[in-house]
């Protein structure tokens, strides 16, 4: 499974941006899509989580109410729609896709990882 990952920059607080990833792979389907990111001196952190087929995904309470996470499983894509930003958000946001449940993907992240794209949250 190949994943890139699209859409960080620079955004002022109270703003929205969209995070793109496009997944490619034999065995893309079977994975669970999420989002992470790491902010400076901290860990990685799920941000979202989804699977292809569809149920509730999955978001961290941090994100809750203001990001949404959605697949285009005709063109392989996964996004994250962020709104209401604040300079919390600021981080390294990286896509990764992982087989089994999204509970696996919560404690172990994935086993596949795209590269990170930079969202900066000015204050």
């Known amino acids: 499974v190949q994943l890139q990952a699209s859409g960080g920059g620079l955004v002022q607080a109270g703003g929205s941006l969209r995070l793109s990833c496009a997944a490619s792979?034999?065995?893309?389907?079977?994975?669970?899509m999420g989002w992470f990111r790491q902010a400076p001196g901290k860990e990685r952190a799920i941000v979202a989580a989804?699977?292809?087929?569809?149920?509730?995904?999955y978001y961290a309470d941090s994100v809750k109410g203001r990001f949404t996470i959605s697949t285009d499983n005709a063109n392989s894509m996964v996004y994250l729609q962020m709104d209401n930003l604040k300079p919390e958000d600021t981080a390294v946001y990286c896509c990764?896709?992982?087989?089994?449940?999204?509970?696996?993907?919560?404690?172990?992240?994935?086993?596949?990882w795209g590269q990170g794209t930079l969202v900066t949250v000015s204050s």
């Open positions: 990764a896709a992982r087989t089994g449940s999204i509970e696996v993907m919560r404690k172990w992240g994935g086993d596949y």
């Open positions: 792979g034999r065995t893309v389907s079977r994975n669970r």
């Open positions: 989804i699977s292809w087929s569809g149920g509730s995904p």
